[in-house]
């Protein structure tokens, strides 16, 4: 009986392994030339996410279609779980959209600024990162 209970532990412990190890999908919309977009995949696969990259020349229409302001765009737009990630924003900050779970499209770090994932270089001063929320104007989601 004991070694049952442990057999039937070790499996059920097994089985969640895989599942557990997949990461989080992230669809990552990117110009195919971008290097920081690619650092900032790699960001995201260092912290349990799963990046599959679709390279294209129109990012413009991608933040279109998924509702971010051009005044919020950034140089890539990424599809978290139902949200969008405009930008180089860092995982900690998408782990928090993720776990909040607001009532929004996503979140933005507009441009490419220095000293962020993916952009090499020292931060100038803090930065913020905005709800992209049709509904309203920008507000902050977070600042760092």
């Excluded at 070694?3 to 997949?22: D, E, H, N, R």
């Excluded at 294209?56 to 005044?71: C, F, H, M, Q």
């Excluded at 770090?109 to 990162?129: F, Q």
Aim: glycine share 10%; hydrophobic share 45%.
């Amino acid at each position: 009986m004991r070694y049952l209970k442990i057999l039937l532990m070790a499996l059920t412990f097994g089985l969640q392994l895989p599942a557990l190890a997949a990461g989080i999908p992230v669809t990552l919309f990117k110009n195919p030339n971008c290097t920081c977009c690619n650092a900032w995949a790699k960001h995201l696969e260092a912290n349990g996410f799963k990046v599959q990259i679709v390279n294209t020349t129109d990012l413009a229409s991608i933040s279109r279609k998924y509702g971010v302001p051009e005044n919020l765009e950034g140089c890539h737009t990424a599809l978290v779980d139902g949200y969008v990630v405009e930008g180089l924003v860092p995982v900690r900050y998408i782990k928090r959209l993720l776990k909040e779970h607001p009532l929004v499209k996503g979140i933005a770090l507009p441009g490419m600024p220095l000293g962020v994932p993916g952009m090499p270089g020292t931060k100038s001063g803090p930065l913020n990162i905005y709800y992209v929320d049709a509904s309203a104007p920008p507000r902050v989601f977070a600042s760092f």
